[in-house]
Protein backbone atom coordinates (compact mmCIF):
# COMPACT_ATOMS: atom_id res chain seq x y z
CA UNK A 1 0.00 0.00 0.00
CA UNK A 2 1.43 3.47 -1.20
CA UNK A 3 1.49 6.07 1.94
CA UNK A 4 1.13 9.58 1.10
CA UNK A 5 4.14 11.44 2.57
CA UNK A 6 4.98 15.31 2.80
CA UNK A 7 8.23 16.49 3.66
CA UNK A 8 7.25 18.42 6.44
CA UNK A 9 8.38 21.62 7.76
CA UNK A 10 7.93 22.10 11.56
CA UNK A 11 6.84 24.40 13.82
CA UNK A 12 8.75 24.08 16.73
CA UNK A 13 8.96 27.28 18.68
CA UNK A 14 6.58 25.49 21.37
CA UNK A 15 9.24 22.54 21.57
CA UNK A 16 12.54 25.21 21.76
CA UNK A 17 11.02 26.69 24.89
CA UNK A 18 11.26 23.76 26.97
CA UNK A 19 14.57 23.16 25.99
CA UNK A 20 17.13 24.35 28.72
CA UNK A 21 18.55 27.72 28.02
CA UNK A 22 22.61 27.25 27.81
CA UNK A 23 25.49 29.55 26.85
CA UNK A 24 27.02 27.82 23.42
CA UNK A 25 29.82 25.38 24.07
CA UNK A 26 33.34 26.72 23.78
CA UNK A 27 34.90 25.29 20.97
CA UNK A 28 38.55 24.73 21.30
CA UNK A 29 40.91 24.33 17.88
CA UNK A 30 40.05 20.46 17.24
CA UNK A 31 42.32 18.58 14.86
CA UNK A 32 40.82 14.98 13.65
CA UNK A 33 43.78 12.50 13.98
CA UNK A 34 44.88 11.29 10.28
CA UNK A 35 43.83 7.65 9.27
CA UNK A 36 43.73 5.61 6.60
CA UNK A 37 41.12 3.85 4.65
CA UNK A 38 42.90 0.54 3.95
CA UNK A 39 41.30 -1.29 0.72
CA UNK A 40 43.27 -2.96 -2.14
CA UNK A 41 43.39 0.68 -2.91
CA UNK A 42 45.15 2.99 -0.46
CA UNK A 43 42.39 5.54 -0.26
CA UNK A 44 43.02 9.42 2.13
CA UNK A 45 39.87 8.90 4.27
CA UNK A 46 41.10 12.08 6.87
CA UNK A 47 38.66 14.63 5.96
CA UNK A 48 38.26 17.05 8.44
CA UNK A 49 41.44 19.06 8.00
CA UNK A 50 40.42 19.44 4.22
CA UNK A 51 37.28 21.51 4.85
CA UNK A 52 37.37 24.98 4.93
CA UNK A 53 36.96 27.28 7.89
CA UNK A 54 33.18 28.02 7.40
CA UNK A 55 32.96 24.46 7.10
CA UNK A 56 34.19 23.68 9.88
CA UNK A 57 32.49 26.29 12.10
CA UNK A 58 29.26 24.71 10.34
CA UNK A 59 30.43 21.77 11.95
CA UNK A 60 31.15 23.01 15.80
CA UNK A 61 27.75 24.44 15.24
CA UNK A 62 25.86 21.01 14.73
CA UNK A 63 28.11 19.85 17.61
CA UNK A 64 27.03 22.32 20.02
CA UNK A 65 23.16 22.08 18.85
CA UNK A 66 23.45 18.55 19.54
CA UNK A 67 24.64 18.45 22.55
CA UNK A 68 21.95 21.16 24.39
CA UNK A 69 19.14 19.08 22.53
CA UNK A 70 20.43 15.89 23.85
CA UNK A 71 19.98 17.18 27.10
CA UNK A 72 15.99 17.00 26.35
CA UNK A 73 16.02 14.43 23.77
CA UNK A 74 17.49 10.57 22.42
CA UNK A 75 20.22 12.21 20.24
CA UNK A 76 23.05 10.69 21.40
CA UNK A 77 24.79 8.41 23.83
CA UNK A 78 27.56 10.89 23.66
CA UNK A 79 28.13 13.80 26.22
CA UNK A 80 31.25 15.61 25.21
CA UNK A 81 32.53 17.31 22.25
CA UNK A 82 36.02 15.54 21.96
CA UNK A 83 33.78 12.43 22.05
CA UNK A 84 31.39 13.26 19.45
CA UNK A 85 34.11 14.75 17.12
CA UNK A 86 35.77 11.47 17.11
CA UNK A 87 33.01 8.91 17.43
CA UNK A 88 30.20 10.73 15.28
CA UNK A 89 32.29 13.21 13.41
CA UNK A 90 35.13 11.41 11.86
CA UNK A 91 32.96 8.20 11.39
CA UNK A 92 30.72 10.38 9.15
CA UNK A 93 33.47 12.24 7.21
CA UNK A 94 34.83 8.26 6.45
CA UNK A 95 32.47 7.55 4.17
CA UNK A 96 33.15 10.13 1.59
CA UNK A 97 36.38 8.20 -0.06
CA UNK A 98 34.58 5.31 -0.87
CA UNK A 99 32.19 7.54 -2.34
CA UNK A 100 34.67 9.87 -4.50
CA UNK A 101 36.84 6.81 -5.25
CA UNK A 102 33.96 3.99 -6.32
CA UNK A 103 31.16 5.81 -7.83
CA UNK A 104 33.10 7.39 -10.86
CA UNK A 105 34.24 4.30 -11.83
CA UNK A 106 31.28 2.29 -11.59
CA UNK A 107 28.61 4.85 -11.97
CA UNK A 108 30.28 6.47 -14.87
CA UNK A 109 29.58 10.24 -13.72
CA UNK A 110 31.32 12.68 -11.63
CA UNK A 111 30.64 12.76 -8.25
CA UNK A 112 30.84 16.41 -7.70
CA UNK A 113 26.72 16.62 -7.95
CA UNK A 114 25.42 13.72 -6.00
CA UNK A 115 21.12 13.04 -5.10
CA UNK A 116 22.31 10.92 -1.38
CA UNK A 117 19.82 10.00 1.19
CA UNK A 118 20.74 8.96 4.53
CA UNK A 119 18.31 6.50 5.78
CA UNK A 120 17.74 6.36 9.56
CA UNK A 121 19.18 9.60 9.59
CA UNK A 122 18.48 10.15 13.47
CA UNK A 123 20.61 13.24 14.67
CA UNK A 124 21.18 13.87 11.13
CA UNK A 125 24.56 11.49 10.81
CA UNK A 126 26.21 11.02 8.81
CA UNK A 127 23.84 12.54 5.90
CA UNK A 128 24.00 16.40 7.81
CA UNK A 129 28.15 15.91 7.68
CA UNK A 130 28.13 14.94 4.26
CA UNK A 131 26.27 17.61 3.50
CA UNK A 132 28.60 20.27 5.11
CA UNK A 133 31.63 18.62 3.97
CA UNK A 134 30.33 18.50 0.27
CA UNK A 135 28.32 21.41 -0.76
CA UNK A 136 27.94 20.24 -4.22
CA UNK A 137 25.58 17.00 -2.99
CA UNK A 138 22.05 17.56 -2.55
CA UNK A 139 20.87 15.51 0.86
CA UNK A 140 17.96 13.71 1.85
CA UNK A 141 17.87 13.26 5.66
CA UNK A 142 15.02 10.43 6.04
CA UNK A 143 13.64 9.94 9.62
CA UNK A 144 10.42 8.14 11.06
CA UNK A 145 10.76 9.97 14.52
CA UNK A 146 8.73 13.52 14.47
CA UNK A 147 11.04 14.91 17.98
CA UNK A 148 14.17 13.86 15.32
CA UNK A 149 12.68 15.78 12.32
CA UNK A 150 12.17 18.71 14.65
CA UNK A 151 15.84 18.56 15.55
CA UNK A 152 16.63 18.21 11.80
CA UNK A 153 14.81 21.26 10.69
CA UNK A 154 15.84 23.45 13.53
CA UNK A 155 19.80 23.02 13.00
CA UNK A 156 20.04 22.89 9.25
CA UNK A 157 18.32 26.20 9.49
CA UNK A 158 20.97 27.16 12.58
CA UNK A 159 23.45 26.18 10.78
CA UNK A 160 22.03 27.23 6.87
CA UNK A 161 22.35 24.41 4.68
CA UNK A 162 21.00 25.08 1.37
CA UNK A 163 21.38 21.51 0.28
CA UNK A 164 19.58 19.50 2.92
CA UNK A 165 15.66 18.42 2.90
CA UNK A 166 14.41 16.74 6.12
CA UNK A 167 11.55 13.81 5.04
CA UNK A 168 9.57 12.38 7.86
CA UNK A 169 8.44 8.74 7.23
CA UNK A 170 9.56 5.13 7.39
CA UNK A 171 11.60 3.74 5.21
CA UNK A 172 9.62 1.00 4.48
CA UNK A 173 6.80 3.42 2.81
CA UNK A 174 9.47 5.89 1.34
CA UNK A 175 10.96 3.24 -0.95
CA UNK A 176 7.31 2.49 -2.61
CA UNK A 177 6.16 6.29 -3.20
CA UNK A 178 7.26 7.49 -6.66
CA UNK A 179 9.01 10.39 -5.06
CA UNK A 180 11.90 8.48 -3.86
CA UNK A 181 11.62 5.22 -5.01
CA UNK A 182 14.96 4.10 -7.19
CA UNK A 183 15.17 8.29 -7.37
CA UNK A 184 18.82 8.46 -5.50
CA UNK A 185 22.57 8.40 -6.74
CA UNK A 186 23.86 6.80 -3.54
CA UNK A 187 22.18 5.94 0.28
CA UNK A 188 23.81 5.98 3.30
CA UNK A 189 22.83 4.68 6.37
CA UNK A 190 25.14 4.44 9.87
CA UNK A 191 23.69 2.63 13.12
CA UNK A 192 20.45 1.68 11.72
CA UNK A 193 20.29 -2.16 11.84
CA UNK A 194 21.79 -5.04 10.39
CA UNK A 195 22.87 -5.49 6.77
CA UNK A 196 19.80 -7.81 5.77
CA UNK A 197 17.11 -5.26 6.78
CA UNK A 198 19.30 -2.34 5.58
CA UNK A 199 19.39 -3.68 1.69
CA UNK A 200 15.76 -3.60 1.62
CA UNK A 201 15.61 -0.21 3.59
CA UNK A 202 18.24 1.38 1.51
CA UNK A 203 18.33 -0.61 -2.08
CA UNK A 204 14.77 0.87 -3.21
CA UNK A 205 15.22 3.70 -3.09
CA UNK A 206 19.14 3.80 -5.14
CA UNK A 207 18.52 4.17 -9.12
CA UNK A 208 20.05 1.40 -10.97
CA UNK A 209 23.56 2.12 -11.71
CA UNK A 210 24.04 3.78 -8.31
CA UNK A 211 25.65 2.79 -4.49
CA UNK A 212 24.80 1.91 -1.49
CA UNK A 213 27.25 2.59 1.44
CA UNK A 214 26.80 1.38 5.28
CA UNK A 215 28.90 1.97 7.65
CA UNK A 216 29.51 -0.73 10.00
CA UNK A 217 31.99 -2.53 12.48
CA UNK A 218 35.93 -3.60 12.65
CA UNK A 219 34.82 -7.10 11.25
CA UNK A 220 31.65 -7.32 9.57
CA UNK A 221 32.10 -10.11 7.17
CA UNK A 222 29.78 -13.04 8.58
CA UNK A 223 27.24 -9.62 8.76
CA UNK A 224 27.87 -9.47 5.18
CA UNK A 225 28.04 -12.44 4.12
CA UNK A 226 24.72 -13.49 5.60
CA UNK A 227 23.15 -9.90 3.64
CA UNK A 228 24.40 -11.71 0.19
CA UNK A 229 20.82 -12.78 -0.68
CA UNK A 230 18.78 -9.83 0.10
CA UNK A 231 21.28 -7.37 -0.96
CA UNK A 232 21.22 -9.73 -4.64
CA UNK A 233 17.18 -9.87 -4.23
CA UNK A 234 17.44 -6.06 -4.45
CA UNK A 235 19.04 -5.49 -7.39
CA UNK A 236 23.04 -5.42 -6.54
CA UNK A 237 26.08 -6.97 -5.10
CA UNK A 238 28.82 -5.80 -2.58
CA UNK A 239 31.49 -3.98 -4.62
CA UNK A 240 34.13 -3.67 -1.23
CA UNK A 241 34.49 -3.37 2.37
CA UNK A 242 36.80 -0.37 2.68
CA UNK A 243 38.37 -0.18 6.67
CA UNK A 244 38.88 2.47 7.97
CA UNK A 245 41.93 2.90 10.62
CA UNK A 246 40.90 4.75 13.72
CA UNK A 247 43.05 5.52 16.64
CA UNK A 248 40.26 6.50 18.31
CA UNK A 249 39.00 4.27 21.18
CA UNK A 250 36.26 2.97 19.23
CA UNK A 251 38.64 1.10 16.42
CA UNK A 252 38.29 0.41 13.22
CA UNK A 253 35.16 1.10 10.97
CA UNK A 254 34.54 -0.35 7.82
CA UNK A 255 32.50 0.99 4.86
CA UNK A 256 30.24 -1.41 2.75
CA UNK A 257 29.76 -0.65 -0.77
CA UNK A 258 27.20 -2.06 -2.90
CA UNK A 259 26.64 -1.39 -6.68
CA UNK A 260 23.26 -1.74 -7.65
CA UNK A 261 22.79 -3.12 -11.50
CA UNK A 262 18.90 -4.01 -12.03
CA UNK A 263 15.66 -2.67 -10.24
CA UNK A 264 14.14 -3.78 -7.23
CA UNK A 265 11.49 -5.98 -7.47
CA UNK A 266 8.38 -4.06 -6.88
CA UNK A 267 7.31 -6.41 -3.86
CA UNK A 268 10.19 -4.45 -1.70
CA UNK A 269 10.67 -2.88 0.71
CA UNK A 270 7.69 -4.94 2.41
CA UNK A 271 5.26 -3.24 4.83
CA UNK A 272 6.48 -1.67 7.70
CA UNK A 273 8.01 -3.88 10.26
CA UNK A 274 8.53 -7.20 8.06
CA UNK A 275 11.90 -7.24 6.63
CA UNK A 276 12.96 -6.31 10.77
CA UNK A 277 11.12 -8.90 11.60
CA UNK A 278 11.52 -11.73 8.97
CA UNK A 279 14.88 -10.38 7.52
CA UNK A 280 15.69 -12.11 4.05
Not at 71 to 79: E, G, I, P, S, W
Amino acid sequence: MLVRLNIVHFSFGTFIKHLPTLKPTKFWPYRIRPKTLSTTTAINSSYFETLNSRQKDQIHLYVDALLQWNQKMNLTAVKEVDEVMERHIEDSLAIIPPIRNYYPSHCSSSCDKLNLADVGSGAGLPGLILAIACPGWEVTLMESMNKRCVFLEHVVGHIGLSNVRVVRGRAENLGQDPCFREKFDVAVARAVAEMRILAEYCLPLVRVGGLFVAAKGHDPQAEVSNAERAIETMGASVLQLCSVESQSPHGQRTAIVCFKARPTPRKYPRDPGTPAKVPL
